[in-house]
């Protein structure tokens, strides 16, 4: 997938971003018993996912002065909401006889009081209630981060108010061992 998206050459992010999301998107079932093929048909879409979206995805949301920084949308939440759909349709077709004696482990009462379709909707509630407030909570931090006491400051990105650079550092340390380290260090 990466190499399609950057004319034959492989993009190492990409990779990495594959790999970390294929790894989240089948823990997320992993309580199930999706065998070798589920696990790498499940991280194989959300990893296609998670890179198709770094591409197309990150510039349309930068051209909405939407910043993701950490590019927490394609590495969490479509995959996530990925996986969560996964989580739901493995617990509609999923089979009793395949758990053995452990199905207790995974399900409340062993999955004696739920049938695969009542299981599926407690996964698709808990999957739109996550949504729900992932939304609501960034809603919430956006409307806090434009308030006037949290009012940014003039020189936005600067590091220097609150960090010593390495700048500062070698004039701190030619400073404080005497002017010779500049001359030996040459």
């Known amino acids: ?94 089979n009793r006889s395949g758990y053995l004696n452990s199905l207790t482990d995974v399900c409340r009462d062993g999955g004696k009081s739920r049938n695969n379709s009542t299981q599926s909707a407690y996964q698709a509630a808990a999957l739109g209630l996550t949504f729900g407030m992932a939304v609501v909570g960034g809603l919430i931090t956006g409307f806090m981060l434009r308030l006037p006491i949290s009012a940014q400051k003039e020189r936005d990105f600067d590091d220097e108010e609150g960090w010593h650079l390495p700048e500062e550092n070698i004039k701190d340390n030619n400073n404080m061992f005497g002017a010779n380290i500049a001359r030996t260090a040459l």
């Not at 999301?21 to 048909?41: E, K, P, W």
């Not at 499940?42 to 993701?68: C, E, N, W």
Request: charged share 10%; hydrophobic share 45%; aromatic share 6%.
């Open 1 to 94: 997938m990466s190499s399609l998206l950057k004319r034959g050459k492989f993009d190492m992010i990409h990779i990495q971003n594959f790999t970390l999301v294929g790894g989240v998107a089948v823990g997320t079932v992993s309580g199930s018993n999706i065998g070798l093929h589920g696990a790498m048909m499940i991280g194989t879409l959300a990893g296609m996912i998670s890179v198709v979206g770094f591409h197309f995805l990150l510039p349309k949301l930068k051209q909405y002065r939407i910043h993701d920084t950490c590019d927490v949308n394609n590495l969490h939440s479509i995959p996530g909401l990925t996986a969560g759909v996964v989580g739901i349709i493995v617990a509609s077709i999923g």
